[in-house]
């Protein structure tokens, strides 16, 4: 395959490059609450709408009619999004680091991001099911955004 992620600027990806780039770990699936002082925390809450065997978006065409908080991701502001995972491959990219071993542009497979448990497979529970009053039990430490 083209390694066009090494030779094109995120803004010079075509759709189809740009959408082949999400790893699919569904970080950014995640409920994240923000405190007083302005810092954002994960939890292990996710997405009503995320498959959890797949870790993939259920209504992704709809996505942002359908979930208010979901966020589109652009070139332009990929580094202003300070909460995104520092494994995010945008985010990755952005920064001018490489993409790693387990993505699946790398390996050629996509299961490649959950055998490195980088995704939230197995790990997450739908914010559906928890009352929001009980939502900062589930702040977690293991999405590094740092
Ligand atoms: S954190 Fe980045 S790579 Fe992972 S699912 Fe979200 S947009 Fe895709
Ligand atoms: S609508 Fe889909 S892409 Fe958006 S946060 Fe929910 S599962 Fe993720």
Known sequence: MDRFWETKSLAEMNQKEWESLCDGC???CLVKLEDDS???HYT???CDRLDLDTCRCTCYAKRHRLVKDCVSLSPEEVLSFDWLPRSCAYRT???GRSLESWHPLISGTPESVHEALISVKNKAIPVGSVHE????NYVIEWVEIQ
Not at 133 to 136: I, V
């Open 133 to 136: 009053e009980e939502h900062e």
């Open 93 to 95: 990219l952005a920064e």
């Open 38 to 40: 302005g810092c954002v």
């Open 26 to 28: 569904a970080l950014c």
């Open 44 to 46: 292990s809450l996710v």
